[in-house]
């Protein structure tokens, strides 16, 4: 469950006085039921990545109050912050992978952060290769796979640990329909398990084809919540 009230967000602006730092986010409430499934939308500079990037606990708002899965990252400590971190998912628009681990211990770093055995982590991780089409590119370095191939290990690490929430900048950019449709199958699973999901796309045919609750935004503004 995620719940934000007034929330806003202005980024630092080196040298800036406060007053003219830019601001992402202004005012936005709303909330999301454990297991809900919500688009999230608007054109490029609305803010959606700000909005992530607070739900992915990257920065606290300025203003008003975000509870994510139970706890007020306002007050919540830096150690509640961390374990709360790992009971998230996120799939970043550029993949971030880590470009000198193979893509076996890209996937495998959630669980290897939960202390998990290493024989359950090798299952795991080659279960969601095969899944994600990815079985014989296991020992490759990310900079030597397509986009494409980049951004399904990028899926396969944010889904692989079950997260209590999953959170997804565009994760369908370098996917052609099929992938596509196997990614929204994935989340449509995940939803059925209690992950709570939340997407920011422009893909507008995804859309059509995956009609669900929007969140949408402009300019900083959340102007569509249904
Ligand atoms: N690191 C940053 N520092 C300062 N301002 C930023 C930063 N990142 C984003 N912004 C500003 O915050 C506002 C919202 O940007 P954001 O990236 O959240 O939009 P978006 O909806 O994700 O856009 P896109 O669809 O292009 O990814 C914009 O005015 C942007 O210029």
Aim: hydrophobic share 45%; aromatic share 4%; glycine share 8%.
């Amino acid at each position: 469950m995620i719940r934000l009230r007034d929330v806003g967000f202005r980024y630092d602006a080196p040298g800036a006085s406060g007053a003219s730092a830019p601001i992402a986010l202004r005012q936005i409430s709303f909330a999301v039921p454990q297991g809900g499934f919500r688009w999230l939308l608007g054109p490029s500079g609305a803010g959606k990545s700000s909005l992530l990037r607070l739900l992915a606990l990257g920065a606290r708002p300025t203003a008003g109050t975000l509870e994510i899965l139970g706890s007020n990252i306002g007050h919540a400590s830096r150690a509640a912050l961390a374990r709360l971190r790992r009971r998230i998912g996120i799939v970043h628009q550029d993949f971030r992978l880590l470009p000198d681990l193979p893509v076996f211990d890209n996937i495998a770093l959630p669980l290897r952060l939960q202390r998990r055995p290493e024989d359950e982590v090798r299952d795991e991780v080659h279960a969601i290769l095969d899944w994600v089409g990815l079985a014989s590119r296991a020992t490759a370095l990310p900079p030597q796979l397509s986009g494409g191939e980049q951004q399904r290990v990028a899926i396969a690490r944010a889904v692989i640990h079950r997260p209590a929430l999953m959170l997804a900048d565009e994760p369908t950019n370098a996917l052609d329909e099929l992938q596509a449709n196997r990614l929204m199958e994935l989340f449509r699973d995940l939803s059925g398990l209690g992950t709570t999901i939340l997407v920011a796309t422009h893909n507008e045919s995804l859309i059509r084809r995956y009609p669900a609750h929007e969140l949408e935004l402009a300019q900083g503004r959340l102007v569509r919540d249904g």
